[in-house]
């Protein structure tokens, strides 16, 4: 009898551990998620602010931690770009985060796993 309740706790414990991996990646992939919103509004409000200014216009762009003086004709496409970009890799971070609670799903029903918040 000991040796079998030694192995429900196991059980138990193996099942507690794969339910936290999952949450903690869900909650790993939102915040990345979350994290390119906020990147993509960005790249949306400064392209909308550009739209009605002169080409020829002074403008100043950040590149990895070095202010850069150039023209709004030469910053808008690579700014378009980062955005298209942004919008790819938000789409496939959404595709993963759906994939990842569906695996949870399916792991939860095999197992028989009822969540009871506290």
């Known amino acids: 009898m000991m040796a079998q309740s030694q192995i429900t706790v196991r059980k138990q ?6 339910y936290t991996n999952y949450k903690n990646s869900l909650q790993q992939l ?3 998620i979350g994290d390119i919103e906020q ?3 960005e790249h949306k409000l400064v392209l909308e602010t550009l ?7 002074k ?3 950040m590149i990895n931690g070095v202010l850069v003086e150039k023209t709004v004709k030469d910053v808008t ?7 298209e970009g942004l919008k790819k890799v938000l789409e ?3 595709k993963q985060y759906k994939r990842q609670q569906d695996d949870m799903e399916k792991w939860k029903k095999k197992n028989n796993i009822q969540v009871v918040q506290q």
């Open 30 to 32: 939102a915040q990345k």
């Open 92 to 94: 496939e971070l959404v």
């Open 51 to 57: 739209a009605p200014l002169p080409p020829d216009r």
């Open 13 to 18: 414990q193996e099942l507690q551990q794969q």
């Open 59 to 61: 403008c100043f762009r």
């Open 39 to 41: 990147d993509t509004e």
């Open 77 to 83: 496409p690579a700014l378009q770009t980062n955005s």
